[in-house]
């Protein structure tokens, strides 16, 4: 069993009286920096100018370029995307990085895959929330947490573990449970899970869904409804209950119906693929592909995503979606705010 660290056994004093770096302010970025500060630490942002730059002065941010983040802070946490990592690491990073500092990720793949060799004088570890950023924040400004992996690869301090553990509650995951493991399983783990289940199994599952039944002749509407609005309310209860809370409240007979049809979708032969799609991410051939990809300027990545973006289940969910004001309500009442602002 593995073992789970929660708010009552962790000190959050080992990283009261330090400087912590939150290097890009975008999904995890924002919410790791404005957690932290909510939860009394002593943050700088360190980004370029631009969006982001502004979001975070916006936000009542401390906000300096990465250089001078990274070189006033004692521990540096690095939320850039993980493909522009070493670029802005070597760069920018490394040159004030001096002994003492921790360097930290919210993903192992840099270091794991041999991208970003840190100096030995330094602690490394990271601290991996299990969820989206944006929900990184709005559960903590809640009262709850995402649950995080933390991950000691250099402890130089003695202190890593300790700082690692409070930089988790202070981001609000200890409230969820802080599960230690090591920079291999967390990278991992971490790819094959968004590869084949989270986003890469779950979107393609949602498409095959919907084009199956929009092609056999029934309206989009009721495919989108049916194939993906209604999946988030089945995995809420998922979340709630386990397996068996989501089947007390469906109907025997969508349960009769999940037990008979259930693997005749997801049979050995998937299971065989998942195992081949773990083999390419442990012998590093999806990180050098990905890494290849950024390389030659994205033509696959940009094309897909544009593609993907003219799918039909998008447009028509697009449409359905403006007439439900409490889907994404946050997001709304941001875009009335700006309206309002530019109104002004
Ligand atoms: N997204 C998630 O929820 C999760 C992410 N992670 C990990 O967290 C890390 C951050 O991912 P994520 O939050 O998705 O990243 P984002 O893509 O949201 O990060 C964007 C931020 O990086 C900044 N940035 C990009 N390029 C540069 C640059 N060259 N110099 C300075 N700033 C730059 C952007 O600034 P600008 O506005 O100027 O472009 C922006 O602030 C990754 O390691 C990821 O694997 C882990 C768990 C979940
Ligand atoms: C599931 C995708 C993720 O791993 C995450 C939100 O945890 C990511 O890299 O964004
Ligand atoms: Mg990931
Ligand atoms: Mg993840």
């Given at each position: ?55 975070a ?10 250089k ?27 040159p ?12 192992g ?13 330094v ?6 929330p ?18 995080a ?55 393609a ?37 386990g ?8 109907s ?11 693997d ?29 990809e ?8 940009n ?42």
């Open positions: 069993m593995a073992k789970m660290y929660y708010n009552d056994n962790i000190n959050e004093g080992v990283l009261q009286d330090k400087k912590v770096a939150i290097i890009g302010y975008g999904s995890q970025g924002h919410a790791h920096a404005q957690n932290l500060k909510d939860s009394g630490f002593d943050v700088v942002v360190g980004v370029r100018p631009g969006k982001s730059f502004d979001a002065k916006e936000d009542g941010l401390q906000v300096a370029t990465v001078e983040a990274a070189e006033q802070a004692d521990l540096v946490m690095v939320l850039l995307p993980d493909e522009r990592q070493k670029k802005v690491y070597e760069e920018e990073i490394e004030v990085l001096t002994e003492g500092k921790s360097l930290v990720f919210a993903h793949f840099n270091v794991h895959f041999g991208e970003i060799k840190p100096p030995a004088n602690d490394v570890f990271l601290v991996a299990k969820g989206p950023g944006h929900l990184v924040r709005r559960t903590y400004e809640a009262g709850a947490g995402v649950p992996l933390f991950a000691v690869y250099q402890d130089a301090s003695g202190q890593a573990k300790d700082v690692a553990l409070a930089y988790a509650k202070g981001i609000g995951s200890a409230r969820a449970g802080v599960l230690e493991t090591t920079f291999k399983e967390e990278t991992e783990t971490d790819l094959f899970g968004e590869q084949a289940v989270l986003c890469g199994g779950t979107t599952l949602v498409k095959a869904g919907y084009e199956t039944l929009v092609e056999a002749g029934y309206q989009p509407e009721l495919a989108y409804f049916e194939t993906l609005h209604e999946l988030k309310l089945i995995v809420d209860l998922m979340y709630e209950g397996l068996s809370g989501m089947r007390y409240s469906i025997d007979t969508a349960q009769w119906g999940d037990y008979v049809a259930g005749r979708i997801i049979d050995a032969g998937t299971k065989d693929r998942m195992k081949e799609l773990l083999a390419e991410i442990q012998s590093g051939e999806f990180a050098k592909g990905w890494i290849k950024n390389a030659e300027g994205r033509p696959n990545f094309a897909i995503t544009e593609k993907e973006e003219q799918h039909s289940i998008e447009k028509v969910g697009e449409k359905l979606r403006d007439m439900m004001p409490f889907v994404n309500a946050s997001k709304k009442q941001q875009e009335k705010e700006v309206v309002a602002s530019a109104k002004n």
